[in-house]
């Protein structure tokens, strides 16, 4: 079993719908919680960051951490078409410095 | 300003020769790692260089994979014996410090890796 499990998808949405991403984990010592997008031949880019359990909202995006369900989520509001991408989510905890990755989800939104 | 530079962008080999890729972080940054992504797959964790501290080499899959970091700067994976499982994309990421929201991992584009 993986650490992470994420959706591979693909998630077609049409433009300006809500978008719900999500993933799991089993390692309860994950503390830090993020969200990278990667698009086609390029390499990740930091999205969103959260620390522990809670909500964090940056423009479009929202990211919710549970960690009582060690589930973790990132909504995308009014999608555009500029937001088809892969979404990776990715964790670590405060022994390792290296992140774990989920495998991606690969979000298309059409015009 | 520069980003993380990879080079090669693609490199096509024989199965049983050796590559070396290359990882230019940003200057400054004390933090660096290599990543491994399979078509379909996540990322998968090799290698992370923190100043001169031991690196953390947890994720080779195997002996026949080793990287160097010189002078704290550019960083070198070789993979020696090359095989088709080896075929993936191989990302380079650097950071101030160790990943977080005041030091986030900046990615290269990667080196393609095709193993015939």
């Known amino acids: 079993q993986k650490e992470v499990e994420q959706d591979p998808g693909p998630l077609s949405v049409p433009e300006g719908a809500i978008v719900s991403l999500n993933c799991t984990y089993s390692?309860?010592?994950?503390?830090?919680f993020m969200w990278y997008r990667q698009y086609s031949r390029k390499g990740p880019e930091l999205l969103m960051y959260?620390?522990?359990?809670g909500n964090k909202e940056d423009g479009r995006f929202t990211a919710q951490v549970d960690k009582s369900s060690k589930y973790i989520s990132l909504f995308i509001r009014d999608s555009q078409p500029s937001d088809s991408a892969t979404y990776l989510c990715?964790?670590?905890?405060?022994?390792?410095?290296?992140?774990?990755f989920g495998s991606g989800t690969r979000l298309q939104v059409q015009p | 300003g520069a980003g993380v530079s990879q080079s090669p962008s693609n490199k096509v080999t024989e199965k049983g020769k050796d590559v070396e890729l290359r990882c230019d972080p940003i200057?400054?940054?004390?933090?660096l790692y290599w990543y491994r992504q399979s078509l379909g797959q996540g990322l998968e964790f090799l290698i992370y260089?923190?100043?001169?501290?031991?690196?953390?080499k947890s994720g080779l899959p195997s002996d026949r994979f080793s990287a160097e970091r010189t002078g704290g700067s550019v960083s070198t994976l070789t993979i020696q014996r090359t095989q088709q499982e080896d075929s993936a994309v191989y990302l380079c990421?650097?950071?101030?410090?160790?990943?977080?929201?005041?030091?986030?991992?900046?990615f290269g584009n990667g080196t393609r890796l095709t193993v015939t």
């Open positions: 990421a650097s950071s101030l410090a160790h990943g977080t929201s005041d030091s986030p991992l900046h």
């Open positions: 390692n309860s010592a994950f503390q830090y």
């Open positions: 959260t620390y522990s359990s």
């Open positions: 990715a964790m670590m905890g405060t022994g390792r410095r290296a992140l774990t």
């Open positions: 200057s400054g940054h004390t933090a």
């Open positions: 260089f923190q100043g001169n501290s031991a690196p953390d």
